[in-house]
């Protein structure tokens, strides 16, 4: 689902097949909700995830059932579920 982020796209003029059938199955088919995530699925988001211990995004974005891909739902999880990861600034250790 992720579709082996093997490499730094970054700078990269080209792109094989592999990598547009990746951009096209996770982010530009049309099946895929591009809608802002409402707070109750996010809700749904964070009580799925953690029913499967915050593993195996593809049953879980097919269990939430909004037309997520697995990658869109462990995104949104990182971004607005996950507590271990934390906003704000950096502790001078972390800078370090």
Do not use: M
């Amino acid at each position: 689902y992720l579709c082996n982020v093997r490499r730094s796209l970054i700078g990269q003029r080209t792109r094989d097949a592999e990598d547009i059938r990746c951009f096209w199955q996770n982010f530009l088919h049309p099946s895929i909700s591009k809608t802002k995530w409402s707070k109750e699925e996010v809700q749904q988001l964070k009580e799925i995830s953690r029913r499967h211990g915050e593993r195996d995004w593809e049953t879980i974005a097919t269990e939430l059932g909004t037309g997520r891909t697995a990658f869109l739902c462990l995104q949104t999880f990182q971004r607005f579920v996950s507590d271990s990861l934390k906003n704000g600034t950096w502790t001078p250790d972390e800078d370090n």
